[in-house]
């Protein structure tokens, strides 16, 4: 069933704001990408390729969820999941900076889902 598919997007957010527990790999490629990207360096380009393949993750994830009536039809998969990786790293910048309740920009993304 496609409500673990929901559940496990919903509960992504909140584990991938960078800390102690998070998901090192997650963090250290928005991370990569942020730092060299601005100098041409070869490894943004690999990071780069490493964040389209989960979006291509989660794409199927949506596309899955829309087949078995989850979430609306309307919505296109590759658009889905394009925002909530986007979503995702900015909610890495953000949870950076002093002062910003990351774990609170983390349930608004999780409760976007729902609205789906």
């Given at each position: 069933?496609?409500?673990?598919?929901?559940?496990a997007l919903k509960r992504y957010p909140g584990l991938a704001?960078?800390?102690e527990e998070a998901p090192a790999k997650a963090c250290?490629?928005?991370k990569t990408l942020l730092e060299l990207q601005a100098h041409g360096h070869p490894l943004a380009k690999r990071a780069s390729a490493h964040l389209m393949g989960m979006e291509e993750q989660f794409a199927a994830l949506f596309a899955q969820?829309?087949?078995?009536g989850e979430i609306s039809a309307a919505h296109?998969?590759?658009?889905?999941?394009?925002?909530?990786?986007?979503?995702?790293l900015g909610l890495r910048v953000s949870?950076?900076?002093e002062?910003?309740?990351?774990h609170a920009i983390a349930r608004?993304?999780?409760?976007?889902l729902s609205r789906l």
């Open positions: 069933s496609s409500h673990g598919a929901m559940e704001i960078c800390r250290m490629l928005s969820m829309q087949n078995e296109d998969p590759k658009s889905l999941a394009r925002r909530y990786q986007s979503d995702l949870a950076e900076r002062g910003t309740d990351a608004e993304i999780a409760e976007g």
